[in-house]
C-alpha cells in the first residue's frame, strides 16, 4: 500500500523568501513517480513537478524544485522566491508501478501556503 | 482546447436519489480516475479506468459506481446517496499507465455535492 504524509497544516513564508513544503512517502514498489499539485482558492489543480524514483538529479520547473531523498522517503517541494499567487492548498502525490499499486494514486493531506506580502 | 470537463459544477440533492456527475475529456486519453477532496484529509481516489471496460475500485469505492463505455466519458453514479458523500469530487485523466510513472494528471473544475 501507499501512502504519503504531509505533516505541514499550514505554512507561512513573506514575499520573495523560500519556503519547503514537506512530503513524506511509504511505499513497498520498486518503480513509483512523485508529483506536486497546486490548488489556489479558486479550486482547480495545477500541475507543478514530477520526480521519478529513478531520476538521478532531483527535479525543477521553474521556481519550483524538488528535494527528493530516497533514502529517507522524502520529496519536498521547494518554492524559491515566493509570490503571492503561490498563496494555496499544495499536494504532494504518489503513483506506483507495482502490484496492487498499478494505476492507483494517493496524495497527503495537503500544505496550506500563505505568502505575506 | 484540451480539457476534463465535469458536470455539474454544483449540486444539491436528498439523501437516496440517485444522481450522475459526468465526466468528458477531449484529449484521447486512456487513464480516468474520481477522487473526492475533503477537508484534513487530501484527495481520495474512488474509482480509477485503465481504458475502455476496465475501471477497478480506488481507496474509497463505497457506495459510488462508475462506468467506462467510452474513451472519453468516465460518469460518477451515486445510487443512494447519503450525508457522508457530501464532497467535492475532481475527475481526472491522464495518458496511459504503463510502466512509465511520469504522466501527469489532468484534473476537471470539480463538483461540490451537497447530500442533505
Known amino acids: 500500500a501507499q501512502k504519503i504524509t504531509q505533516t505541514q497544516p499550514g505554512m507561512f513564508v513573506q514575499e520573495k523568501e523560500a519556503v519547503t513544503l514537506d512530503c513524506t512517502y511509504d511505499?513497498?514498489?520498486?518503480?513509483?513517480?512523485l508529483f506536486w499539485y497546486k490548488q489556489p482558492s479558486s479550486g482547480e489543480m495545477i500541475f507543478l513537478i514530477y520526480q521519478g524514483s529513478y531520476d538521478q538529479q532531483n527535479a525543477t520547473e521553474g521556481r519550483y524544485s524538488l528535494n527528493f531523498q530516497k533514502a529517507r522517503k522524502s520529496a519536498n517541494l521547494v518554492i524559491s522566491a515566493s509570490q503571492l499567487g503561490d498563496s494555496a492548498m499544495y499536494f504532494c502525490?504518489?503513483?506506483?508501478?507495482?502490484?496492487?499499486?498499478?494505476?492507483?494514486?494517493?496524495f497527503g493531506q495537503g500544505t496550506i501556503l500563505t505568502v505575506h506580502p | 482546447e484540451a480539457q476534463v470537463t465535469q458536470n455539474p459544477r454544483y449540486l444539491i440533492t436528498v439523501t437516496g436519489k440517485k444522481l450522475t456527475v459526468t465526466c468528458s475529456q477531449n484529449m484521447n486519453h486512456e487513464y480516468m480516475s474520481w477522487y473526492r477532496q475533503d477537508p484534513g484529509l487530501g484527495l481520495r481516489q474512488i474509482y480509477y479506468s485503465m481504458n475502455v471496460e476496465v475501471t477497478d475500485k480506488g481507496d474509497v469505492p463505497e457506495g459510488y459506481k462508475v462506468s467506462r463505455k467510452e474513451k472519453r466519458n468516465f460518469p460518477l453514479i451515486l445510487e443512494s446517496p447519503s450525508p457522508n458523500q457530501t464532497s467535492l469530487y475532481f475527475c481526472a485523466s491522464s495518458y496511459r499507465q504503463g510502466a512509465r510513472t511520469n504522466e501527469k494528471l489532468f484534473f476537471g473544475s470539480g463538483t461540490q455535492l451537497s447530500v442533505l
Open positions: 511505499t513497498s514498489d520498486p518503480s513509483y513517480g
Open positions: 502525490a504518489m503513483r506506483g508501478v507495482g502490484g496492487t499499486s498499478y494505476g492507483k494514486l494517493t
